[in-house]
């Protein structure tokens, strides 16, 4: 079983920057994928980006690469999402979720509650 939390969200002006943190108290978390999704009011959960076990894999959406960076510090059992650039289209509740499986689909093994992220203009 893997438990994640995430945290780091909050209210931030178009052009600024968030970190978000994903914390897993699983022991195996280092083995398995991690991805985050993001859900805007009224659409459907979108792929943000993913990161395989090791670090040395990662994939962006189109609409964030360049903006995002995802990373993961497997000693600490967390991974990261540095938002830069932000804009207002951004604005979601972001969530990560862990699969043994590198995917772009939501269908994810276990997922976290999630963390708003808004952006203003």
């Known amino acids: 079983q893997v438990q994640l939390v995430e945290s780091g969200g909050g209210l931030v002006q178009a052009g600024g920057s968030l970190r978000l943190s994903c914390a897993s108290s699983?022991?195996?978390?280092?083995?398995?994928?991690v991805g985050w999704f993001r859900q805007a009011a009224g659409k459907e959960r979108e792929f943000v980006a993913a990161?395989?076990?090791?670090?040395?894999?990662?994939q962006y959406s189109d609409s964030v690469k360049g903006r995002f960076t995802i990373s993961r510090d497997n000693a600490k059992n967390r991974v990261y999402l540095q938002m830069n650039s932000l804009k207002p289209e951004d604005t979601a509740v972001y969530y990560c979720a862990a699969d043994r499986i590198f995917r772009t689909r939501d269908l994810y093994d276990y997922w976290g509650q999630g963390t708003q992220v808004t952006v203003s203009s």
């Open positions: 990161i395989s076990p090791s670090g040395g894999v990662t």
């Open positions: 699983g022991r195996t978390f280092s083995s398995y994928v």
